[in-house]
């Protein structure tokens, strides 16, 4: 409002703010009014004194202007000056109501047309009202639902969409027009609301759609203008119209033969399409979904899916019209042959399905409705379809087809072309005619497992449930355990049998398979090789002065051949290759005068050892090409008086081309083996075979002056090998592996185990002209793990810097370019009087390839070049080898040690030195063009991980932060360094205190627990 003295009036603006109403002077019997206040002129006053001007306006509110309000006065002059709109205070007319859903009419009913009468109101009056909203839904949800809502400033009708999303509209009613979802039309002619005083009455003309079926609740909501409403309020329930059961309609083609069909079949709902859950067909003999075809198609999701084989699960989703496949034992669903399409009340689906040969026979084909309230048509039967006929089996193959033995694991292979399915059983018959009487007849069933006929042939021993390991025997035989395969193709199946033959069955036998299907259908005995069943092991004794090559030549595998203890067999014998299976054992006559197995054999025990001397350069033992399955245990093996043999047991040839002429399975068991105390030997055993065990043994006296003597060496040979609790006296080195030209192309000896054993040699060969290099020396092989081993006595000679253990991959000038050293694992090993320690080389002609090397918890001391030659350092990494980590050793080396660990060649990477105890030694860590510490970490180890060792004598500002570096060994705190005891005292400040919370440096009881019997 607005008073004007000059005038004496006071004004009134109208709603939209665009003119004036007035004027009207104080004290007259008048108001001026809009919606929002009335100024009662009679009650209202100005007066005036000096300065001021005092307005007093009587002014009441309508209900409808509610809610806090504030209080605004400007002043303006004559010449249009004005203070501004100054608020000087603030009042409520009155709080604002909530509004109120009264009533729906009708409440309840059924149809699918009906005009709803919604009563609405608000004590603020119906102006204060912004909508008012009908929902009529199963759930209080607009998603699927029929939900209009009236907007009273623009008195306009809209309509929610199916997903309950956007609003449909406008519609002003009672114009014509209508708005539609799926659930419901909303007519404008037939719709209309009226508001009187605080009440607003909506009429909403609904026309349901057929789809829109069931019992329906009636929301009502008011909302007023302020955003405030009543909340959905139940009012009543409806039902437009009532479910009806979906149908099946057709199937084509209603029956046929073939293993490929696309099917079409039409189901329908009168309730719409769009009613419809699920649409099912089933193929299969009989009315269950197990061992069946069984499909799903659902529309909502537009998704196929197929049962799985034991009616459990759905296998799926997949979309129509893609390249994706939907498979299980009886049929597969080709997705980019099939489609489904909606019109009306019908759904057509289009299956493209491929039957597997196994799923053969007369079958029936079923449809299937739902719709979305779980109601179905039932299974109708809509028509038949045979898939394939029955074919007969087929006994194609065993394994071996010939051999003989005592035992053996046959492969027979047995077919169907209605799939493995459909195979009932695979019989292997053995014997010299066509009769399970006096046989060794055994039946597999997929089903029931293994059958062996009894020794009459008239009745079935077993079975034997498929994957147990247990047997089945009669007079002739032991049979199992057994293990079943099929192959890509479905067709296949391959039965692995192990047999055990009885000595009394021992002869010339046919081989003879025969298959049979579940109808009962055979292939037919077939002869598909011969068996000759050889007697039992025998024990064979060749006296002293007898013919053991003879012996050799003549033994069966499970054979032991004995000799007389302290004779003496010379020769260069030959392993020769056999076939069957188990062990030919050469051994002493006299067993019980060998140490105990798991007993290292000494120098002491070598009169009590039958002798194999070879009485010239060549193997006293050597195995023929592909032999396999030789134990030799308890013997003494070495070369006549002055004759240093090239090799004392020859275990494959470096020279071999193939893995086929690569010995297999072989033991050397308390074996000791020498070379001549003054002319020495070249090897103990030349390691080029695979499956090889060499245990307890003491081998000595191996060294030359013109080449590296190896206690043990190979390379051309696959492994696994195990080494465990030997002596390995040699002056090149105990063990080497790799670094020669290998013949089997990509062949690196792999799955080693190095426990254990003595690595040494004597300490007055020092001051002989033999060949000294290394004590073990690895250059191609994978996974190895060495553990245990005591490694001492090793000086410089061939290797100027002496080191005891070396991993340098070898390619032999690039004619091995597949040589690698990768995952190894150096632990719980005692390594001491030597010159260097372990030397690490990755390259060689060019090739990179050590990786995965991990050193841990093993004990250096007495690395002393004053002694030993050399000039002082304990680890070298060269050549940029990948993955090393050196965790938790102690290394103590002579006080002018030259380096703790060096560095050449191309950088290291991903490498890790923690928690080792070591002395630093003048140079420390250090790599060549860089300074001490990290400026040689960072170049040779870009990206290195160093912490938490001590670094005995160090400078610690040359070295990373996290390190430790005590002035002497005296500070470190071992229990007795001076008597060799390593451990760190309870009170050494680096107990407790490596990354792991564990003490710097090794476990030394476990290294000493580790290693405590090898060097005995």
């Known amino acids: 409002m607005n008073y004007r003295p000059a005038e004496g009036g006071f004004w009134l603006r109208d709603d939209a703010n665009q003119n004036w109403l007035g004027p009207g002077r104080p004290g007259a019997p008048a108001v001026l009014t809009n919606s929002q206040c009335r100024l009662d002129l009679a009650s209202s006053s100005v007066s005036q004194a000096g300065t001021q001007l005092t307005v007093s306006a009587a002014l009441s509110f309508p209900a409808s202007f509610l809610g806090p309000k504030s209080l605004y006065v400007l002043a303006e002059d004559v010449n249009l000056a004005n203070s501004g709109w100054q608020r000087l205070g603030a009042w409520t ?48 949800t607009s998603a699927g639902g029929c939900h209009v809502i009236y907007r009273v400033a623009e008195q306009t009708l809209w309509l929610r969409d199916d997903e309950g999303r956007l609003w449909l509209g406008p519609l002003r009613p009672p114009a014509p027009g209508t708005l539609a979802n799926s659930q419901c039309t909303l007519e404008a002619s037939g719709s209309a609301a009226t508001a009187v005083s605080n009440r607003l009455t909506l009429a909403v003309a609904l026309r349901f759609s057929s789809s829109f079926y069931g019992r329906k609740n009636v929301y009502l ?161 809509l028509g038949a379809w045979t898939p394939i006929n029955n074919r007969p089996p087929a006994a194609e193959s065993i394994t071996p087809s010939s051999g003989e033995g ?141 013919n053991l090559q003879q012996a050799l030549d003549g033994a069966r595998p499970g054979d032991t051949i004995t000799l007389e203890p302290g004779a003496a067999y010379t020769g260069n014998f030959l392993l020769r ?198 004590l073990l020396a690895i250059h191609s092989a994978r996974r190895v793990r060495i553990e245990g081993n005591v490694f001492e006595h090793n000086w410089a000679g061939g290797d100027p810097e002496g080191f005891a253990i070396v991993f340098a991959v070898r390619t032999h000038g690039g004619a091995v370019p597949w040589a690698a050293i990768e995952d190894v694992t150096v632990r719980h090993n005692l390594l001491r009087h030597a010159a260097a320690g372990l030397r690490i080389t990755a390259r060689d002609a060019g090739v990179a390839a050590l990786r995965r090397l991990v050193i841990e918890n093993n004990l250096f001391y007495g690395i002393d070049h004053t002694l030993w030659g050399g000039d002082g350092r304990v680890f070298e990494v060269a050549g940029g080898p990948g993955e090393v980590t050196i965790d938790h050793n102690t290394c103590l080396q002579s006080a002018s040690g030259r380096r703790l660990l060096s560095f050449s060649g191309e950088p290291a990477f991903s490498f890790v030195f923690t928690n080792n105890l070591a002395e630093h030694g003048l140079e420390g860590v250090i790599g060549a063009g860089q300074s001490t510490g990290t400026a040689t970490l960072a170049a040779y180890a870009p990206g290195f991980r160093f912490e938490a060792n001590v670094l005995v004598g160090g400078d610690g500002s040359a070295y990373p932060p996290g390190n430790h570096f005590p002035a002497d060994v005296a500070a470190v705190g071992f229990v007795d360094a001076a008597n060799h005891d390593y451990r760190l005292a309870a009170s050494s400040p680096y107990a407790g205190a490596g990354t792991d919370a564990k003490d710097i440096g090794a476990d030394v009881d476990a290294v000493v627990a580790a290693t405590r019997e090898a060097a005995l």
Request: glycine share 12%; with cysteine.
């Open 93 to 140: 007319p009155i709080t604002n109501q909530t509004p109120v859903a009264e009533a729906v009419t009708p409440n309840s009913g059924e149809g699918l047309n009906q005009v709803f009468e919604a009563t609405v109101s608000d004590l603020n009056t119906a102006a204060d009202l912004r909508t008012a909203q009908i929902l009529i839904n199963g759930t209080l």
């Open 221 to 381: 909501l008011a909302e007023d203008r302020s955003l405030v409403n009543s909340g959905w309020q139940v009012r009543g329930v409806w039902t437009p119209s009532l479910n009806q059961a979906p149908a099946t309609v057709s199937l084509a083609p209603p029956s046929g033969e073939g293993l490929e069909q696309t099917f079409q079949f039409v189901v329908a709902d009168p309730n719409g399409a769009q009613d419809l859950r699920a649409a099912r067909l089933l193929v299969n003999s009989a009315l269950t979904a197990a061992g069946g075809c069984y499909l799903m198609y659902r529309p909502a999701e537009r998704s196929f899916w197929l049962r799985d084989d034991a009616n459990q699960n759905w296998l799926g989703p997949a979309s129509a019209a893609t390249s994706s496949a939907l498979a299980n034992s009886q049929c597969r669903i080709e997705l980019a042959g099939s489609s489904a399409s909606a019109s009306g009340t019908e759904l057509t689906v289009a299956a493209a399905l491929t039957f597997r040969g196994s799923f053969f026979g007369a079958k029936s084909v079923w449809v299937l409705a739902e719709d979305v309230n779980a109601t179905n048509s039932g299974w109708q039967r």
């Open 406 to 546: 005592m035992s053996q694991v046959f492969e027979a292979v047995f077919s169907d072309p209605n799939g493995t399915g459909d195979l009932r059983a695979g019989h292997l018959l053995v014997n010299d005619r066509l009769s399970g009487a006096g046989a060794c007849y055994a039946r597999f069933q997929p089903t029931s497992g293994l059958w062996l006929r009894n020794d009459a042939g008239n009745a079935w021993l077993g079975p034997v449930a498929p994957g147990s390991t247990g047997t089945l025997a009669n007079s002739q035989c032991s049979v199992g355990p057994a293990s079943v395969a099929v192959d890509a193709s479905g067709n296949r199946l391959t039965v692995s049998l192990s047999i055990q033959f009885q000595a009394g069955f021992a002869g010339a036998r046919g081989l003879y398979l025969l298959a049979e299907d579940s109808t009962f259908q055979t292939s037919g005995w077939a002869g598909l090789g011969s068996w000759t069943v050889s007697a039992p092991p025998r024990n064979i004794h060749v006296p002293a002065g007898g």
């Open 577 to 774: 290759r056999k076939t069957g299976s188990g062990l030919i054992t050469i051994t002493s006559a006299d067993a019980g005068s060998l140490p105990p197995p798991g007993s290292r054999v000494k120098p002491a025990d070598a009169s009590r050892l039958p002798k194999l001397i070879s009485p010239n350069q060549s193997p006293a033992v050597a195995a023929e090409a592909g032999a396999r399955g030789y134990r030799l245990a308890g013997l003494e093996i070495g070369a006549a008086a002055g004759v240093a043999a090239r090799e004392l047991i020859a275990l494959g040839s470096a020279d071999a081309g193939s893995l086929a002429e690569a010995p297999f399975d072989i033991e050397l068991d308390r074996l000791y083996i020498h070379g001549d105390p003054a002319a020495g030997a070249g090897r103990g055993i030349a390691l080029h075979s695979g499956a090889t065990v060499i245990r307890d043994c003491w081998i000595s006296d191996i060294k030359s002056t013109s080449e590296a003597a190896a206690a043990i060496s190979g390379g051309n040979g696959p492994g696994p090998y195990t080494l465990v609790n030997n002596r390995l006296e040699a002056a090149g080195a105990g063990l080497l592996l790799g670094g020669m030209p290998a013949r089997v192309a990509n062949l690196v000896p792999a799955d080693i185990v190095i426990r254990g054993n003595h690595f040494t040699r004597p300490p007055a060969w020092k001051t002989a002209p033999w060949q000294v290099r290394h």
